[in-house]
């Protein structure tokens, strides 16, 4: 099957093809996929980290050539700047971004992809890789990004998005959408005993997951809604303290690691 490549710094994913049709998820640099069909200017596709299907206008697919070594998953905060050795054109490269055949040294650090070679500033932190007692920093430089129905980026992100994104830090690949992330990791009885890391998960009124958010510590939960925001969480669901009264029902908290 044809592989394909993101080759740009966010790319819009959408349930049809149609630049109209809702948008379902977005593909940072670096993430491939798979091509499964095309239809006019729109290609079907699966990602290959998650199997989500989806569509992808045509002039933003990419072919892979699939040579990858040294893979190195960028935690950058806003974001790094890349560029192209050809053409010297600049590269924003957001949290999340997927560098392949790396090579770092304290003077400079490159990376290839297609046979096109980029030029990037990295420093250690970069690269180091990110422990989970550390989840709970990361997950907060994300605090006011807006809320995005699909999104996946600091510029606009949705409630699984957010939490896929920030366990992705750590190396841990999670669901796109927040029901299927509720089949992950086992259950925690009790919302006070709750730690870093635990996923919440929340219930619409017809009983079914539809928002999902991380615990910081016993009562506390990050999560997009609006924006990434901290808020109170009890044995009922998540409390507004601004608005005097709880905004999302509990339905079951897990432990992923």
Not at 144 to 163: A, E, F, N, V
Not at 219 to 244: A, N
Request: proline share 3%; net charge negative; hydrophobic share 40%.
């Amino acid at each position: 099957m044809e592989k394909g490549i993101c080759l740009l710094s966010l790319v819009p994913l959408r349930a049809g093809p149609s630049s109209t049709s809702e948008l379902v998820t977005q593909l940072l640099f670096g993430e491939s996929y798979e091509i499964i069909e095309r239809h006019n200017d729109w290609v079907k596709i699966t990602t290959t980290s998650e199997n989500y299907i989806a569509w992808i206008s045509q002039n933003q697919v990419s072919a892979w050539d699939q040579s990858s070594e040294n893979v190195l998953l960028l935690r950058n905060f806003p974001f790094t700047i890349a560029s192209n050795q050809i053409n010297n054109t600049p590269l924003y490269l957001l949290p999340g971004s997927i560098l392949h055949n790396l090579k770092f040294d304290v003077s400079a650090s490159t990376f290839e992809i297609n046979q096109n070679v980029y030029d990037i500033s990295l420093g250690l932190d970069d690269i180091r890789s990110l422990h989970f007692q550390e989840i709970g920093l990361y997950a907060t430089l994300f605090l006011k990004s807006p809320y995005l129905w699909g999104g996946r980026s600091m510029w606009g992100i949705d409630c699984s998005g957010y939490t896929q994104l920030v366990y992705k830090a750590i190396g841990v690949q999670l669901p796109r959408d927040a029901y299927q992330q509720a089949e992950c990791g086992q259950f925690v009885d009790f919302v006070n005993e709750s730690k870093l890391g635990d996923l919440a998960f929340f219930e619409n009124e017809s009983g079914k997951i539809s928002h999902v958010g991380m615990i910081l510590e016993p009562g506390e939960i990050i999560h997009s809604s609006g924006m990434v925001r901290r808020d109170v969480i009890d044995s009922y669901g998540i409390f507004d303290e601004k608005l005097g009264k709880h905004t999302h029902k509990l339905k079951c908290v897990k432990r992923i690691i």
